[in-house]
């Protein structure tokens, strides 16, 4: 059954059927206009918007409708990580194609409400569109975080520490995996149009670009602990989170090759096809982990806020710096300059 035949009103009574019961903060939910919600008492209101478009952030069938669900609300919460916010609300957006099918728009539901139960999120509201194009999920999420606790891209300092959580490369190394499509060989390895031989697919890469993982509990610790002079996500790669960060505060930065947290699986990816892991690396984008200014003699405070947020690690990978533009990535003695992160519209 697709959503033209069901029609507008079956279909979000079916949505509104599977959201969680609202909390009592959520004055007025689903279901009315606008919703309603409390403001919480020596708070202030953190809120972003994003959306996954089918064509650019997922593909079908390569992504599951519960991946695109989950997908659509990790980016968001990665956002109000990044500045420090703790997630309470969202609404949730569909534009769909009248030929989708009912049961992946519940799947897709689903997938997000699944995220949004394990960081508490409600879902306030929503919207349901017809196109004619692509499918779209858009997004808007609202948190909470305490006066002058929050985390902006500004405010980085020369001699700051970088550091990053987790690890980076996974996600668009498991995005060319999931594209290159090649078959099982049956030893490990994957046969290429040639017949020539490479590194099979990592399921941890590709979990990273189906699955990502927003690391709201990281974000809260290092702001509320004061840990953190300044922070970003990596939705389009580090170095373009490096390039943002330090824009903002008037910084340069230098980077350790040496020290980066690459991901194994796809490190041995590139490294199979005779390209540059460490660009490859610093250049992806879609890895969702979070960058921080960390003060130089902030150690006790980092400490502190690591005890909070056990996991992902955190990984120093460099320094602030007080030549403005200065943007270096150091590999065996040598400068490089750092590549450019994705952007839409990009020219080249």
Known sequence: MTVATLGEH????????????????????????????????????????????EGVHFSRPAFSPADVGHKALAVNLSDLAAMGAEPRWSLLSLVLP?????????????????LARRHGVAVVGGNITRTEGPLVVDVTAGGAVRPRRWLTRAGAKPGDHVYVSGTIGGALAGLEMMQAGRRETGDGSRETGDGSRETAPDPACIARQLRPEPRVRLGLAMAR??????????????????????AASGCGVRIDAAALPIEPGAAAWWDARGADAVMAAVAGGEDYELLFA??????????????????????RIGAFTARAGELVVTRDGVDEPLPAGFEHFGRG
Do not use: C
Request: proline share 7%; net charge positive.
């Open 225 to 246: 602990g004061r840990a953190a002079r300044a922070a970003m996500d990596l939705s389009d790669g580090l170095a373009d989170a490096l390039r943002q960060v330090s």
């Open 98 to 114: 009248g030929s989708a099918l009912v049961a992946d728009i519940e799947a897709l539901v689903d997938g997000y409400v699944a």
């Open 10 to 53: 079956a279909v979000l009574a079916r949505i509104l059927s599977r959201l969680p019961k609202t909390p009592t903060s959520v004055l007025v939910g689903p279901g009315d206009d606008a919703a309603i919600v409390a403001p919480e008492r020596n708070q202030r209101l953190v809120v972003t918007t994003d959306a996954v478009v």
């Open 294 to 315: 960390v003060p130089a003699k902030g150690g006790g405070r980092l400490r502190a806020a690591r005890r909070h947020a056990a996991d992902p690690p955190l990984t």
